[in-house]
Structure formats: C-alpha cells, structure tokens
C-alpha cells in the first residue's frame, strides 16, 4: 500500500477490424487513446484490448450494492443484525463480490460489523462500470489502499512484511514507524481469491 504511485505490472487476418476498434476507440476518448504500443504486440491482443477499452467506455456505470440487491441478495442494514447474523451476512457479500469478480483483501485489522459497516456505507455505494464476464481481470478492494494516513500506519502495522517495513522506513525516514503487530482477526487466509479455479468460471456464460 504505498504511499505515492507505483508504476505495476493471437493474429487477426483481418486488419481493418483493428482499425475499426481503434476508430472506435478514439471517438469514445475524443479523438486519442494515449497508451504505449508496443511493435511486438500480438494483433489479437491489441484486439482484445481495444474491445476492452471500448467495453469500458459503453459500459453502464452502476454500484455493486445495487448489482448484489438486483442478483437477489439481501443487504440489511448493520443495525438491523445481531452479530451472528452480521458475520453470515458478511460471507453471503464476500461471496457475491466474488462472483463479480471483485476481491477484498487486507482485512484482518477491522471486525466483523467494522468490515460489513465499511461495506454496506461505503464501497458497496462506488459507482464503476458494469462490464461482460471476463476470468482474466478483476477488481482487488484493498481495506488499506486509500492512501491516507491512518490506512498507511494500518498498513504498515499489520500488513508489511520486515522488507516492506525497511525500504518504506528508507524512502521516508521521517514517517514514524509502528511496531508490527499481528492482526486481531483472522479473515484474509480465507477470503475467496482471483486466481481460485472456484471463482474463475462462475458467471461465465455456457
């Protein structure tokens, strides 16, 4: 969870199809899609990237909250749980993100009614574009990745490892550092991830 920007990490037969996706492309951005291309690229993979870009652009932009309530999941309001019922509920979410190919991780700092309650108020209600199926992507919510203050010390409290700790402690020598501690819940190790054959195929039309 850094604390500036870090940069991350088929042939078609028939060329004019890439033109058009491009075409295409640049009317939905006004006129330009600064990426860098490179010259070894695949054609069917710059193909499938302009579809994407296109996909994204015409997509509908809609709230997981609204898409779970839609699929048939109920959403009560934290206050209307007792906390049994809350960590079922919890589950019944996680796994329905999951099934939109969306995944929490860094969690462990928060209970089950601080995480259902961050949920439910606030990253159920972002807006983001309603795209096909696609095992291949995934949209990662990281409980620490807002970049304020207070997720950098969580972060750096109970999620760096030793390594982590020792070149943020390098890059900022003026940032206080916590002592590790281990988090006081145990969730992550069992939150559905996007690499498990489980949640690769689940929407995938037949």
Known sequence: MPKKPVKTKENTDNPEDSLDLQSSADELVDGGLPFYESEDLPEALREQFMDYITAFEEAEWVTAFDVLVQGGLELPHPDELDNSQL???????????????????????????????ELWHELLREEGPLLPFNSDTACHIDLVGSGSERDIELYLRYYADEVSRRDWAKDWPDDVMPMHEAPPFDRDRHLPASDQAEWRNVGKPS
């Open 87 to 117: 960590a079922a509920k919890l589950w019944e979410v996680v796994r329905g993100l999951a099934m939109l190919r969306m995944f929490l991780y860094n969690t462990d700092h928060l209970s089950d009614r601080e995480l259902y309650e």
